[in-house]
């Protein structure tokens, strides 16, 4: 089956620093990977994906990521964070088994410190 | 245009006690899908739909039941809740399959069995 894996629970920064959150993956064939963000007792937002093409993906609010074949990687960068910014990110892949889900890592909680 | 809509917001429940989890879409969107979220996990597939009429299980739907008389509703079932229940439910939707559009979550339905 499909995975991903977000190794970090937690990630801080301050206010205009450079923001990553990492995400690798774990597939067969070719991957269709996605980025979604929560705010705090909300749905959850999507942000961009990636299914072919270009390898960095722009997405909505100046978010961007970087799909890296070789290193089964899809980072999630803003070049300039917000405070506004901190929130829960989820990286999630497209399940090809049968079921058409999404597999969802577990998450990295984003603090942006003013 | 609503989007995505769930009802309730919260719930407590009684071990053993049955309720049902309304979502509600409004884009004329083909596929619905219910995830619930565990804290510090990703989201898990319930149950999914890819058209009035026809559904079919997810990753983890034992416990559940849904229905999908119409386009727009996705109603899941709980039967017999139980403690490992416990979590916050989250509907989606897609118009079509994952490798062209992107999944559209509600602000999900946070239920606590005791």
């Known amino acids: 089956a499909q995975s991903v894996a977000q190794p970090e629970d937690q990630v801080n920064v301050a206010e205009g620093n450079p923001l990553t959150v990492k995400c690798t993956y774990s597939?067969?064939?070719?991957?269709?990977l996605f980025w979604y963000v929560q705010y705090p007792n909300r749905g959850l937002q999507f942000l961009l994906k990636?299914?072919?093409?270009?390898?960095l993906v722009k997405g909505s609010y100046g978010f961007e990521a970087e799909f890296n074949k070789s290193q089964t990687s899809f980072h999630l960068k803003k070049p300039s964070a917000l405070v506004s910014d901190s929130a829960l990110y989820f990286c999630?892949?497209?399940?090809?088994?049968?079921?058409?889900?999404?597999?969802f890592g577990k998450g990295n909680q984003v603090v942006v410190i003013p | 245009n609503a989007g995505v809509t769930q009802t309730p917001k919260f719930r407590i429940l009684k071990i053993g006690q049955s309720m049902t989890l309304q979502c509600a879409q409004d884009?004329?969107?083909?596929?619905m899908y219910w995830y619930r979220q565990d804290p510090g996990m990703g989201l898990k597939l319930i149950y999914y739909?890819?058209?009035?009429?026809?559904?079919d299980k997810g990753e983890v739907p034992n416990g559940y039941n849904v229905s999908r008389s119409t386009t727009e509703d996705f109603p899941l079932r709980l039967e017999l809740a139980a403690p490992s229940q416990t979590s916050v439910y989250f509907c989606?939707?897609?118009?079509?399959?994952?490798?062209?559009?992107?999944?559209?979550f509600g602000p999900g339905t946070r239920l606590t069995v005791l």
């Open positions: 989606a939707s897609s118009l079509a399959d994952l490798s062209t559009d992107t999944q559209y």
């Open positions: 597939v067969s064939g070719n991957p269709y």
């Open positions: 990636y299914i072919t093409g270009d390898n």
């Open positions: 999630a892949v497209r399940d090809f088994g049968g079921n058409n889900r999404l597999a």
């Open positions: 884009m004329n969107h083909n596929y």
């Open positions: 739909s890819v058209g009035a009429g026809i559904t």
